[in-house]
Nanobody, 114 residues
Framework: VQLVESGGGLVQPGGSLRLSCAVS????????MSWYRQPPGKERELVAA???????NYATSVKGRFTISRDNAKNTVYLQMNSLKPEDTAEYYC?????????WGQGTQVTVSS
């Protein structure tokens, strides 16, 4: 099982990034997917989630700025992040969840700074 995040980096406030999480080793379409983040010195928190059928939900702090999507043909989940703020700075992780299993990626760093 592998979940590999990419797309993180340094961006100025107001900028955009798109994170990707490519998975292998399990049937992607059978798993709900989500993005979490862990700011420095803080606990990990849910950012956005997408169900097997494509339903989405977002943390209040990112609603209207971030969009989660999935491409079952590519076994990939995305997080489009717009209007980034310094408080979005964190390590971002993707997670795959079924009724019985949870898998995590290794994380990708997002830094929002001028």
């Amino acid at each position: 099982v592998q979940l590999v995040e990419s797309g993180g980096g340094l961006v100025q406030p107001g900028g955009s990034l798109r994170l990707s999480c490519a998975v292998s080793g399990f049937t992607f379409s059978n798993y709900a997917m989500s993005w979490y983040r862990q700011p420095p010195g803080k606990e990990r928190e849910l950012v956005a989630a997408i169900s097997i059928l494509g339903g989405t939900n977002y943390a209040t702090s990112v609603k209207g700025r971030f969009t989660i999507s999935r491409d079952n043909a590519k076994n990939t989940v995305y997080l489009q992040m717009n209007s980034l703020k310094p408080e979005d700075t964190a390590e971002y992780y993707c997670k795959a969840r079924s009724y019985s299993e949870n898998y995590w990626g290794q994380g990708t760093q997002v830094t929002v700074s001028s």
